[in-house]
């Protein structure tokens, strides 16, 4: 293909994309497929000779749309929704015509400044204190992962790249048994150890970390010599949007000298809201925080928001740089590069910019806040019917459930034959979740088109399933 058909192909997807997403709706949520499907449609050998675009656009649609899990459906209620708006897809589509490599400041001046000014831009909707820097990482596990390697390096006097961790104390991290597996991935790659993830009891109603116990397993540490690296915070975690009281375990992390890392995923793009910044009160505190645009935010995958109070930290930590990568005669610049774990990096600032402007950060607000109350709305329904339970309340828009008829004693199976009974009708899409072992069944509502009337459909979808099946 030649750059002169690029246009006309160009207009045609972008007319299919509007037509996708305004008839998503119709469609069932989750993909109907079975294992294997669309790998025998793909032939086993590639093309020899070129292929004409008309052949590939058909088995486009005809080999791949039927195995999509259509995420952008406005009642995808599953995992945590991964938001395409269209002026980020025209944003992303911009980055990709330019395909800048932005790794230093010299291979991309303006995405380098653009993702400064971003980052500020971000930082002040947050109501972060000035002073945090940020970079957009391109996933929340990345920046777990420069998070633990910066607790490890700065824990060891920065001697841990060059020696490795080989006949030293064991460095402890903690966290609550509510925080993303992204965590533990983080610890296995750092060379700390699943055995040195420390697993701090939670208490209450947010499910989040007991400080006196938090306190008490640093100090059994320090008694048997171990060493204290780091505390992993967790606000809005994937099961049941656990959050961790914040203040009062950074005031711990502080007072033992141990860097912190505050885990917002998902329920960071509701800080754009002041009503919802208590669940995080004292996060000013945080060495480093992490959120994703690319979850609620309407920015589309991938876009990970993570700021620190002291970028040097996570150069320190991460910065190399050999001759080919050295930028003379320049000051005061920015690799952004230095500050992440993979040297190439996208132009991903873009289209956080083509969303912020086009929304305004009242459009966003309105659109996270629907989705709280309407999801509240339909967990008040549920919570009505004496058939269903309530397992967790709603945490922002996520909120869980079982249904509990009387007289059944196995209600895990019930529940799971549920959960996959809702998907196979494809009206909506749910996920489970084990809390404290036993199953239930997620709610939560984050999907930028979604209506009030396709919450309410859920109620409808959910209870007639369910008294169907029993
Ligand atoms: N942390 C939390 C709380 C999450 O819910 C998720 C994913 O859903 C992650 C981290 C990992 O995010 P990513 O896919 O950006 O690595």
Redesign the pocket.
């Known amino acids: 293909m030649k750059w002169d058909e690029f246009s006309d192909w160009g207009k045609k997807i972008a007319e299919w994309a509007q037509d996708y997403h305004l008839t998503v709706g119709d469609k069932p949520v989750r993909a109907q497929t079975e294992p294997g499907d669309i790998l025998d449609a793909l032939p086993e050998q590639p093309p020899e000779q070129p292929q004409a675009m008309e052949d590939i656009f058909r088995d486009f649609e005809a080999i791949v749309m039927p195995g999509i899990t259509h995420w952008q459906h406005p009642r995808f209620f599953a ?2 929704n991964s938001n395409a708006s269209a002026p980020s897809v025209l944003g992303e589509f911009l980055a990709s015509a330019l395909a800048p490599q932005c790794m230093l400041w010299q291979t991309s001046p303006a995405a380098t400044e653009m993702e400064t000014r971003m980052m500020d831009w971000l930082r002040q909707a947050l109501g972060l204190p000035q002073g945090f820097a940020g970079v957009i990482q ?5 920046a ?1 992962l420069a998070a633990v390697l910066t607790m490890r390096e700065k824990a060891l006097n920065w001697q841990g790249n060059q020696h490795g961790l080989f006949r030293r104390k064991p460095l402890r991290i903690y966290c609550s048994a509510e ?2 597996t ?1 965590v533990d991935r983080a610890i296995w790659i750092a060379g700390i150890g699943q055995d040195n993830l420390v697993r701090v009891p939670i208490k209450g109603g947010w499910r989040g970390m007991d400080p006196d116990a938090l306190e008490g397993a640093i100090q059994s540490d320090l008694d048997s010599d171990c060493h204290p690296a780091g505390v992993i915070l ?1 606000v ?3 099961g049941t949007g656990a959050t961790d009281p914040v203040n009062e375990c950074l005031k711990i992390a502080q007072k033992h000298g141990l860097y912190s890392h505050v ?4 329920a960071g793009s509701a800080m754009i809201c002041p009503e919802y910044r208590h669940y995080w009160s004292g996060v000013d505190q945080a060495d480093s925080i ?1 959120f ?1 645009p ?2 609620w935010l309407g920015v589309q995958f ?1 876009c ?1 928001a993570h700021f620190l109070k002291d970028p040097d930290d996570l150069v320190q930590t991460l910065a190399i740089s050999p001759e080919f990568l050295k930028t003379h005669g320049k000051d005061g610049i920015i690799n952004y590069s230095e500050w992440s774990v993979p040297l190439g990096r996208r132009f991903r600032a873009l289209k956080l910019w083509f969303v912020m402007r086009a929304y305004g950060l009242e459009g966003l607000r309105e659109r996270l806040r629907n989705h709280v109350n309407w999801s509240v709305g339909l967990h008040d329904r549920l919570a009505a019917e004496p058939d269903f339970q309530i397992v967790t309340p709603p945490m922002w828009s996520l909120w869980t459930f079982r249904y509990a008829p009387e007289g059944n004693p196995d209600l895990d199976d019930l529940n799971l034959r549920l959960v996959n009974a809702i998907n196979d009708d494809g009206r909506i899409y749910l996920t489970q979740t084990r809390v404290d072992e036993d199953l239930a069944i997620r709610f939560q509502a984050g999907q930028f088109e979604t209506t009030e009337n396709d919450v309410r459909m859920a109620y409808d979808v959910i209870t007639d399933i369910a008294r169907s099946l029993s």
């Open positions: 995992y945590f391109d996933s929340a596990s990345s777990t925080v993303h992204s967790c809005g975690g994937t885990d917002a995923a998902w992490v994703n690319h979850k991938d990970c």
